[in-house]
């Protein structure tokens, strides 16, 4: 069982960035694929970005260029960096990372953005 804890969120203003954590409670090499999404008030997840050990990282058309993804592999921990922050970036932030058939997740972090 690996556990997920994402950190980070907070109140921004628009232009604003910010930078999500999201700590393994073991190697990020035993996931074989992570992921960030994200759930606004009132509507379904939404896939953010997401990587593999071995591919290149995707990220959602809307997002491409604002958000990147990074990772520390001594810390276990994967980043979400987000730039040039907007009001329609207010979410609750989750990690997910992918074993075979299981996924894990965090519990999400809030991130609002106040225009």
């Known amino acids: 069982q690996v556990h997920l804890v994402e950190s980070g969120g907070g109140l921004m203003q628009t232009g604003g960035s910010l930078t999500l954590s999201c700590a393994a409670s073991e190697s990020i090499f035993k996931i074989d694929a992570w992921a960030w999404y994200r759930q606004a008030p009132g509507k379904q997840r939404e896939w953010v970005a997401s990587?593999?050990?071995?591919?290149?990282?995707v990220y959602a058309d809307s997002l491409k260029g604002r958000f990147i993804i990074a990772r520390d592999n001594t810390k276990n921990t994967v980043y979400l960096q987000m730039n040039n922050l907007k009001p329609e970036d207010t979410a609750v932030y989750y990690c997910n990372g992918i074993t075979g058939a299981t996924k894990y997740w965090g519990q999400g972090t809030q991130v609002t953005v106040s225009s």
């Open positions: 990587f593999t050990n071995f591919a290149e990282t």
